[in-house]
């Protein structure tokens, strides 16, 4: 079965420091990949996405993205924190599919909590 | 530009009532899809549509539900005889719809359902 693993419920940074927020994914062939952010009573809201290329991946607001093939995975950093930042983050996947099942839906992990403390 | 707007965005209801929850997709989008998102999960698929078509309803979960998009255009989830387990935040996404899907999906700000 396709599916994307978020392995941490919540990361807590200090405001200033690194962050990094973990995805896996076991989907067949090579995926797209995204990552979301969601704040309270707010819809998704589009962070950034690997398609091809550069495995590292800029996106909104200084967060970056790396995609690693070899450990089917695709980290969420930014070099410094804001407490701003804190919030729900998703992963998810959009499997490449042929013909009638390509049909461009996405595959979510169940989430991130980013607690940024000043 | 607007973006994508469901209405409405709270949705309180009695088990067994029937309930319909409207999308509007961004200007131009052919491709829409439905997502729920359950409490403490994160969304999951439920229909796709290019244009009119529901080219894949794999992810509804039974036959109460079922949606809509005559125009092509604006969509329409409907829930009949809802159950307590269908409380959650119905999701609503659109991206241009040509055959690169790779394309970004744009979210709504979601219809939280709760069945009484």
């Known amino acids: 079965a396709q599916s994307v693993a978020q392995p941490e419920d919540q990361v807590n940074v200090a405001e200033g420091n690194p962050l990094t927020v973990k995805c896996t994914y076991s989907?067949?062939?090579?995926?797209?990949l995204f990552w979301y952010v969601q704040y309270p009573n707010r819809g998704l809201q589009f962070l950034l996405k690997?398609?091809?290329?550069?495995?590292l991946v800029k996106g909104s607001y200084g967060f970056e993205a790396e995609f690693n093939k070899s450990q089917t995975s695709f980290h969420l950093k930014k070099p410094s924190a804001l407490v701003s930042d804190s919030a729900l983050y998703f992963c998810?996947?959009?499997?490449?599919?042929?013909?009638?099942?390509?049909?461009?839906?996405?595959?979510f992990g169940q989430g991130t909590t980013l607690q940024v403390k000043p | 530009g607007a973006g994508v707007s469901q209405t409405p965005s709270n949705k309180v209801t009695e088990k067994g009532k029937y309930v319909e929850l409207r999308c509007d997709p961004i200007?131009?989008?052919?491709?829409l899809y439905w997502y729920r998102q359950s409490l403490g999960q994160g969304p999951e698929f439920l229909i796709y549509?290019?244009?009119?078509?529901?080219?894949?309803d794999s992810g509804l979960p039974n036959d109460r539900f079922f949606a809509v998009r005559p125009e092509g255009s604006v969509s329409t989830l409907k829930i009949q005889r809802t159950e307590r387990g269908d409380s959650a935040v119905y999701l609503c996404?659109?991206?241009?719809?040509?055959?690169?899907?790779?394309?970004?999906?744009?979210f709504g700000p979601g219809t939280r359902l709760l069945v009484l």
């Open positions: 690997y398609i091809t290329g550069d495995n």
């Open positions: 998810a996947v959009r499997p490449r599919l042929l013909g009638s099942s390509n049909t461009g839906k996405l595959i």
């Open positions: 549509f290019q244009g009119t078509g529901a080219a894949d």
């Open positions: 996404a659109s991206r241009w719809g040509t055959n690169r899907i790779q394309e970004t999906q744009y």
């Open positions: 989907v067949s062939g090579n995926p797209y």
């Open positions: 200007s131009g989008h052919t491709a």
